[in-house]
């Protein structure tokens, strides 16, 4: 079984600040990762995924995460918050087995303030 | 190039009553996966099409039946609706095989059941 733990279901930021989602996983085999965006009234958008290789990942806007097997953690970050960055952030994990279905977290609602 | 499309965008039932709900996926894509996002959370799986068959279930009642149909779309069945059953509907699609290939997200349907 897999699961998503997203520490925060509110985090508010000074636009020009470090941005830092956290994002803790459970699963019993090798994981795909992966942050969704969502404006409102939207559907997903994909940030970025982990799949194989490289744990340092970069996305789209400017976010990256990193994977830590040890810590079992895939957290996002970006160096300076910009208000259009202000939405819901969806961590998920999948396996690779199976046709690989995901598993999402509660999701982080993110404030940028002027 | 089109990406996923829903129909419709809102829908009001009362308890009880059947819904449809429709999904086009990607152009190429012939992977359709089903998610319910109750308000405040994050999406839960319901299930997966592909060639036409139910691949994958997650956690939902017999009530949730689906269909794939041989262009790819799908359509989301929900009988004898609960007050419970009211959230954003996600229709994603992929592209099947061996590798892992990002799933692509409609904008939803609220469903609404009063």
């Known amino acids: 079984a897999q699961s998503v733990t997203q520490l925060g279901s509110h985090v508010s930021v000074s636009e020009g600040a470090l941005v830092l989602l956290r994002c803790n996983y459970s699963?019993?085999?090798?994981?795909?990762l992966f942050w969704y965006v969502q404006y409102p009234n939207q559907g997903l958008q994909l940030l970025l995924k982990y799949t194989t290789g490289a744990t340092l990942v970069k996305g789209i806007n400017g976010f990256e995460a990193e994977f830590k097997k040890s810590e079992t953690s895939f957290h996002l970050t970006k160096p300076s918050a910009h208000m259009s960055d202000a939405a819901e952030y969806f961590c998920a994990v999948s396996s690779d087995t199976g046709r690989r279905a995901l598993t999402f977290g509660s999701g982080t609602r993110l404030q940028v303030q002027p | 190039d089109a990406g996923v499309t829903q129909s419709p965008t809102h829908l009001i039932k009362t308890r009880g009553q059947q819904v449809t709900l429709r999904c086009s996926p990607k152009s190429g894509h012939d992977t359709v996966s089903w998610y319910q996002q109750a308000l405040g959370q994050g999406p839960q799986f319901i299930f997966q099409?592909?060639?036409?068959?139910?691949?994958q279930r997650g956690n939902f009642p017999d009530r949730f039946s689906g269909h794939q149909f041989p262009n790819y779309s799908s359509e989301l069945n929900v009988n004898a609706l609960l007050l419970g059953d009211s959230a954003l509907y996600l229709c994603a699609s992929s592209r099947g095989g061996g590798s892992y290939n990002e799933q692509f997200f409609g904008p939803g349907t609220r469903l609404t059941v009063l």
């Open positions: 699963s019993s085999v090798p994981p795909y």
């Open positions: 099409y592909y060639e036409e068959e139910e691949r």
